[in-house]
């Protein structure tokens, strides 16, 4: 059975990080795209970042751009998203996303990716 697991969510003070991470099993990373998305109440589900089968290429939403980096661990069978100089409105829940592409770029639209895990709660606040 596919599956994705987000894990390292939390709460955390205004400038402070967190790292999450997606780990899947029943299946190898290394031929997938994987997109992080997150969701806002009351918003619709975003894309905040993504990161080719290859990690050669990874492509950010202006709104984190300089403060997230996704990066992937195929040996681990992991990819994260390291959080930095958190603001309130980074607060939501936040998802991984793959799709079985080798594709030379990845994309933030969330119809693209057939499997996504459960999510995991990121709360920004003081």
């Known amino acids: 059975q596919l599956q994705l697991v987000e894990s390292g969510g939390g709460l955390v003070q205004p400038g402070g990080s967190l790292r999450l991470s997606c780990a899947a099993s029943?299946?190898?990373?290394?031929?997938?795209?994987i997109g992080w998305f997150r969701q806002a109440p009351g918003k619709e589900r975003e894309g905040v970042s993504c990161i080719n089968s290859s990690g050669g290429i990874t492509n950010y939403a202006d709104s984190v751009k300089g403060r997230f980096t996704i990066s992937r661990d195929n040996a681990k069978n992991t990819v994260y998203l390291q959080m930095n100089s958190l603001k309130p409105e980074d607060t939501a829940v936040y998802y991984c996303?793959?799709?079985?592409?080798?594709?030379?770029?990845?994309?933030?639209?969330?119809?693209?990716?057939?499997?996504w895990g459960q999510g995991t709660q990121v709360t920004v606040s003081s």
């Open positions: 996303a793959a799709v079985k592409e080798r594709w030379a770029t990845c994309v933030r639209w969330t119809g693209a990716y057939n499997y």
């Open positions: 029943g299946f190898s990373l290394e031929d997938y795209v």
